[in-house]
């Protein structure tokens, strides 16, 4: 499968910066297998693979799924992207168009009437931060701002810069009721980079669904999801990508609906110095988190599993592993500036060691 490789270099004595390489890849090839359930719509009886591939959320989204007609496949195919797209446009922070735009214009003035796609992405990621007391937020944007993680110019804030803005970084402020969200201190602003991929991976996976396919995987650049087993009925394996090398650390099989979303130090960050600054804040400090080098979760939609990779990332390995083992059907691996893994409960015994 194509992966997106956007390595890019600042010019000068200006920080380095590697841009997006997939945290997480399909490992193992997938064997067409005739299926043997009969659905409507995109019956996978008889059904053949098809992958296809997109530009999309500055991703490369790679998509498989079991169909019987080609014909049938582009069609699905074709709306999946659609989709996908049209909520990239309502949720996306960098496009002046977005109601997520719209919102950030609107702080310390007035509420503002977003769609129920918009208000539902904001009340899980507030549900995020609320169980991850606040590792999670989602109006981190002032600081990423500060970083230069949201236009690319990097840089290190001073101190008091960090000081400053902890008055505008507080998802308790956000006000969401009657379909309408307001940021009610001026400078406040949402970026919801952490988990609005995974909000659409979940709709993307719904349609597929909705269309009668019963074996089908989505991977936006590290947020897989998952739908059935193959159409063999074997699990769907997922590799992790060793944070320092090119190759797989380990693979993770699933055979059911679910979703394995990972969060990497090695995806968008800078050096200065030889020290790496990376894109996930930990909101108590203003410093980008750095206990860890990686953390995977698997959990039943994309959407959690995406704002608890970057939760897990800022609670770092003993808070972060204590969360998870408190929530029902969550599970994580962690890779640590060690290179050891730190495997929850659930998946212990599951996830295999690849030779590194
Ligand atoms: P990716 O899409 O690169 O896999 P992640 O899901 O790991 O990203 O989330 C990282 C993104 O989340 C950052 O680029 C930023 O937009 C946002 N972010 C950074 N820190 C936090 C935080 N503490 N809480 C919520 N979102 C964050
Ligand atoms: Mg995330």
Known sequence: MARADQ???????????????????????????????LLGGCSTAGGKLFGYSELLMDTDIELQFYCRSSGESRRVKQALFNEMGRLEQLLSCSDPGSEVSAINRAAGKEPVPVSPETAAVI?????????????????????????????????????????????VVDYRLLEAKDGAIYLPRAGMALDLGGIAKGYIVDRGLDLLAEAGISHALINAGGDVGILGPKADGSSWRVGLKHPRGGGIIAVIPRDKRGAIVTSGDYERFFEEDGVRYQHILDPRTGMPASALLSVTVVAPTAVEADALSTALFVLGPQ???????????????????????????????????SGE
């Not at 997480?24 to 043997?36: G, K, R």
């Not at 659930?346 to 996830?351: A, F, I, K, P, S």
């Open 7 to 37: 390595r890019k270099k600042a010019l000068g004595k200006k920080p380095v910066l590697w841009r997006k390489q997939h945290g997480v890849l399909i490992a193992a090839a997938v064997v067409v297998l005739a299926a043997a359930v």
């Open 123 to 167: 009340r899980k990621a507030l549900e995020c931060s609320s169980i991850s007391s606040g590792a999670f937020d989602p109006t981190i944007a002032p600081l990423l701002e500060r970083w230069g993680f949201r236009e690319g110019r990097y840089r290190i804030p001073p101190p008091e810069e960090l000081a400053q803005f902890r008055a």
């Open 319 to 353: 808070r972060g592993l204590a969360l998870v083992e408190n929530l029902p059907e969550v599970e994580a691996v962690m890779i640590t500036p060690q290179l050891e893994l730190l495997i929850s409960s659930g998946l212990r015994g599951l996830v295999e060691r």
